[in-house]
């Protein structure tokens, strides 16, 4: 297996990394760009964080071994977001410490990691989660006082504040705006000739725990 990162000007910063085991998924630092340790993380039986060191070499850095394969990740400023076998981490890069799991129930027909786990921060500190045929938005937030003072927990927590079910496989979300989301989605039924549907394009309105659809379109595939 091999990761190639390319870059368009300024080739001393191009990387090829072999591996003998497969990689899921590659995520890239946000600031990219313009930090000059060039991080990124990769995911496979582990997550682990790569940045460039003084000399130009690839320092690594386990950040947490994973409950089966690492299958999606997002980076959000001092936090990542990761999906294993059982469900999604929020890594905290300052803390160097995990703040909790979010578990998720297998699905009736397959396993867990038969679907792909779709993450979207859709701003500093709200987390956007669409696995299987579940929609779930948390919240990071500061730990108040008391609660860092009487127990020994991370600074920060995550908080879900709405998880409904929608009647279709969750294939991408994205923010609109307040409380709405736009989610591609397959239908989880075949036709009357034992067929897939089209994919659908859902605009949804959620409140705590149950959500109202706006709009749908049914989308059509060439080729």
């Not at 297996?1 to 085991?21: A, G, Q, S, T």
């Amino acid at each position: 297996m091999k990761v190639h990162i390319n870059c368009f000007y300024e080739y001393d910063n191009n990387v090829l990394l072999n591996f003998e085991r497969p990689i899921k998924c590659i995520e890239l630092d946000p600031m990219y760009h313009k930090s000059s340790g060039r991080r990124f993380i990769l995911g496979d039986y582990q997550l682990t964080l790569y940045e460039r060191t003084f000399l130009k070499g690839l320092k690594s850095t386990v950040l947490s071994e994973s409950e089966g394969m690492v299958n999606a990740v997002k980076w959000n400023g001092q936090f990542v977001a990761w999906a294993s076998a059982i469900g999604v981490r929020v890594y905290d890069l300052n803390e160097k410490c995990s703040l909790g799991l979010i578990k998720w129930e297998e699905p009736k027909t397959g396993r867990l990691s038969d679907f792909r786990c779709n993450l979207r921060w859709c701003n500093s500190s709200t987390l956007l989660i669409g696995w299987v045929e579940t929609i779930r938005i948390c919240v990071i937030r500061k730990r108040n006082l008391v609660e860092v003072s009487t127990r020994n927990l991370p600074g920060f927590i995550v908080d879900p504040i709405s998880t409904f079910q929608t009647e279709f496989y969750v294939c991408g979300l994205a923010p609109l705006e307040k409380n709405q989301l736009v989610v591609l989605g397959v239908p989880k039924e075949k036709d009357c000739d034992s067929n897939y549907q089209r994919p659908v394009l859902c605009a949804i309105r959620y409140e705590s725990n149950v959500y109202e659809e706006l709009c749908t379109d049914s989308l059509t595939l060439k080729g």
